[in-house]
C-alpha cells in the first residue's frame, strides 16, 4: 500500500485530513502514532475548521519538515511551496474552504466536527484530496532519494 493509499484509508477511518496524510508517513518519520495524531488534530478543517489551508497540505508540510530536517529555513519554505503548487495544480487550491464550496459543500466553520456517515464521505472530496497530498509528497520524496519502499 502506498502512502497515499493508506492516507486516504486513514481519512475514511475517522481520522481527519491533517492527521490521515502526517499518520501515512509515521514509519518514515519515526513519529509514534498516537504523537501523530495529537500534533496534527488541530489542523484539520483547514486549522480548527477554519477552512484556511486545507489539512492535507498541513500534514504534508509537517511530514516534510520530519523527513527533511536537513533543510535550512528557506529550503524547508521552498519545499512546502513546491507541495503546495503541486497541489494546487490538481485542485484548484490550497484553501479548504475553495476546495469544498468548489463541489458544492457548504463550508461551515462552527468548532463542531461533523459526523462520519456514509453521506459525508459521499459529498467531500477530502479522502481524495489526502491522497493527493500523500501522493505528491510520495513523489517529492522519490525524486530526492527518501523514504523507505511502500508495503
Not at 58 to 81: I, N, T
Not at 102 to 124: C, F, I
Amino acid at each position: 500500500m502506498t502512502r497515499a493509499e493508506r492516507a486516504r484509508e486513514n481519512f475514511k477511518s475517522g481520522l481527519n485530513c491533517s492527521q490521515s496524510v502526517l499518520l501515512a508517513f509515521s514509519e518514515d518519520t519515526g513519529l509514534a502514532e498516537d504523537t501523530a495524531k495529537a500534533i496534527s488534530r488541530p489542523l484539520g478543517g483547514g486549522m480548527g475548521r477554519l477552512r484556511q489551508t486545507c489539512g492535507a497540505v498541513s500534514g504534508a508540510a509537517l511530514a516534510s519538515g520530519l523527513l527533511f530536517p536537513e533543510l535550512s529555513k528557506s529550503e524547508a519554505y521552498a519545499l512546502v511551496q513546491e507541495i503546495a503548487r503541486r497541489f494546487t495544480a490538481r485542485n484548484g487550491s490550497i484553501n479548504c474552504g475553495e476546495l469544498l464550496t468548489g463541489v458544492g459543500v457548504k463550508a461551515e466553520t462552527s468548532p463542531q466536527a461533523e459526523a462520519r456517515t456514509a453521506e459525508y464521505y459521499k459529498k467531500r472530496p477530502c479522502a481524495e484530496l489526502v491522497y493527493d497530498a500523500a501522493e505528491i509528497l510520495e513523489q517529492i520524496c522519490a525524486e530526492r532519494g527518501r523514504l523507505l519502499p511502500s508495503e
